[in-house]
């Protein structure tokens, strides 16, 4: 009982323990705010691109796709059986995007996918991105163009031909001339415009002059109802005449904007551009082919393994690649964890000078207290005794440093934004600047593993610190201790 009694003594007295306590807990308090916001960027990192990729790709190797994709999908469910939860034709292609802005022409590579929205929406996260809550409701038809949308399209359109006719006016007929021939009209089906959904940040972009607390940031420069030019290639074909392969030609097609895409990742966001799958088919001549067959699993967890073994036996490597959407982003996933950890390692630094600030104070304690711990000894007291009054001081200096950084720690993570917003309001300047993920806030992921980690990890420093200067008070002999009291 008398070790505890002193221990608790010596903390309470000693203040200039009270520097190393401040070290432990700023660096349990900095641990768990950097596991957090890096457990939360991993966390949102990875359901975004779940979302978008679904669980299993079967993807081409060339650009041109597969043909017969149904017989393929068709394959794949006779191989995966009941595992299966959807799945989903897809074809991605490059091309070159062009819209007027301001009386200029604004061309822009980006990435062009063709989907069937339907499909896509059950594999994935597609139509929880969309903008338009209609859209969200009803995914199958995303790509056709209504309220304001539709509303604003036939304006413009209207708006057009009267330009158009007014810089072209009709030639007067000569007498005796017969009026021209009417042009004919195409059905309703088939006059129906070709939707387009965009990437947020190709629609929009930040303004430099917005806060972090401003409601609109961001200023639009294309709006559903707009049309834009999409330009990329036909699929390479025989020549026909020689039986050589052709080259691929150039396919232009007008599309009008029927909502915008927005996923909070500024690679997707910039740069996806989805299309219906038949258009591009027809725009690509690629009738009944696809690049990639997505698919989403019942328990991906258990099945992911034996859903890939499977279908790699029909699809063969030489053409296909079949992998899970974690082997197709694996290098960005591994950068995460390594940056994490290493990142950790780094900070646990903070921990460990605090421990051999642990390590200076004890030394100090003993040569202070060299005559009370010759007292002790020589009133009985065991050098396990003794070693325990200081390595019980230095388990309080952990403890106590533990629980402060703890309890900052997790304030600041559950207030960091608003932390943050005071800090921009302050400094002027966005110390998270919205315009890289385009995220609203910071994202944390707070995991009680981690913070007992960190926990435990500070403590076993501080104690860790304290038993060399325990041993050495423990092995000092009374008799040397009071030879010169």
């Not at 097609?253 to 927005?262: G, M, N, P, Q, W």
């Not at 230095?394 to 720690?409: E, H, Q, R, S, Y």
Request: proline share 5%; aromatic share 8%; hydrophobic share 45%.
């Amino acid at each position: 009982m008398y070790k505890l009694l002193l221990s608790w003594r010596y903390l309470r007295t000693r203040y200039l323990a009270l520097a190393s306590i401040i070290s432990v807990m700023l660096g349990v308090a900095t641990l768990i705010v950097v596991n957090s916001v890096m457990g939360g960027f991993a966390t949102k990192l990875r359901d975004r691109l779940r979302g978008i990729q679904s669980h299993v790709l079967v993807e081409s190797r060339s650009l041109d796709g597969f043909y017969d994709y149904e017989f393929h999908m068709q394959k794949v469910r006779e191989l995966a059986g009941d595992r299966i939860e959807a799945m989903s034709p897809v074809i991605e292609s490059f091309a070159l995007l062009q819209y007027r802005f301001r009386g200029e022409t604004i061309p822009r590579p980006v990435r062009l996918i063709g989907i069937d929205p339907g499909g896509r929406a059950l594999t994935g996260d597609f139509a929880k991105h969309l903008r338009d809550q209609l859209n969200k409701d009803n995914p199958a038809d995303c790509f056709k163009l209504k309220g304001e949308a539709l509303k604003y399209h036939e304006e413009f359109r209207q708006m057009r031909l009267r330009l158009e006719q007014e810089q072209s006016p009709p030639r007067p007929l000569r007498p005796g001339e017969p009026p021209p021939p009417e042009e004919p009209t195409l059905p309703e089906e088939e006059s129906e415009p070709m939707g387009i959904i965009l990437g947020w940040s190709i629609a929009t972009f930040r303004n430099p002059e917005a806060k972090s607390t401003d409601p609109d940031k961001d200023i639009h420069i294309l709006e559903p109802g707009d049309e834009v030019t999409v330009i990329t290639m036909s699929r390479s074909q025989l020549d026909g005449h020689d039986g050589t392969q052709g080259m691929p030609r150039p396919k232009v097609a007008t599309f009008v904007i029927s909502d915008l895409f927005k996923c909070d990742m500024s690679e997707f966001d910039s740069n996806l551009v989805f299309v219906h799958l038949k258009d591009l088919q027809r725009l690509r001549t690629m009738q009944k082919r696809a690049t990639t067959i997505q698919i989403k699993l019942k328990d991906y967890d258990r099945d992911k393994g034996q859903v890939v073994e499977a279908l790699k036996t029909h699809f063969h490597p030489s053409m296909f690649v079949v992998q899970t959407w974690e082997e197709r982003q694996g290098a960005l996933l591994a950068a995460i964890g390594i940056e994490r950890s290493i990142l950790n390692l780094l900070l646990f630094l903070i921990i460990a000078v605090a421990g051999f600030g642990i390590l200076a104070i004890f030394f100090m304690i003993v040569v202070e207290k060299m005559r009370d711990i010759g007292v002790l000894k020589a009133l009985g007291a065991s050098n396990a005794g003794v070693m325990g009054i200081f390595l019980s001081y230095g388990l309080g200096l952990g403890l106590v440093g533990a629980g402060l950084g703890t309890v900052l720690g997790l304030v600041i993570t559950i207030r960091i934004n608003e932390i943050e917003h005071v800090i921009s309001q302050l400094s002027g300047h966005d110390v998270f600047p919205r315009d890289i993920y385009y995220f609203d806030g910071i994202p944390t992921d707070l995991q009680l593993g981690s913070v007992l980690i960190v926990n435990l990890g500070a403590i076993l420093i501080a104690v860790g610190a304290s038993v060399f200067p325990s041993l050495r008070a423990a092995l000092l002999h009374p008799v040397r201790a009071l030879r010169f009291e």
